[in-house]
Nanobody, 124 residues
């Protein structure tokens, strides 16, 4: 089993920054592929960014390229999402997700494990 615990959400003004954290535990191979998704009220869950724990490969949604950065801390077994130049349209609940293989990273149903989510609200 894999457990994921997100933190770091909050309220920020447009143009501001936040850093989300996802602390992971459990079977290493089962969480090799890590990702962040977000879901706004009334909308489908949307891919934000992904990272391969072993290969260091990263991918981003076009809407966040150049503004968001996904990274990891091996010692803390934590994945981060640094969000800069935030916009009101970034407002959503942000979820950390994990699975074994780094493929189809933008497809929510491919993931085996999910965190409880953390709310990000960007005011204009």
């Amino acid at each position: 089993q894999v457990q994921l615990v997100e933190s770091g959400g909050g309220l920020v003004q447009a143009g501001g920054s936040l850093r989300l954290s996802c602390a992971a535990s459990g079977r290493t191979l089962s969480r090799n592929a890590m990702a962040w998704f977000r879901q706004a009220p009334g909308k489908e869950r949307e891919f934000v960014a992904a990272l391969s724990w072993t290969a260091g490969i990263t991918n981003y949604a076009d809407s966040v390229k150049g503004r968001f950065t996904i990274s990891k801390d091996n010692a803390k077994i934590t994945v981060y999402l640094q969000m800069n130049n935030l916009k009101p349209e970034d407002t959503a609940a942000y979820y950390c997700a994990a699975k074994r293989y780094y493929s189809n990273m933008d497809v929510p149903r491919e993931y085996d494990y999910w965190g409880q989510g953390t709310q990000v609200t960007v005011s204009s």
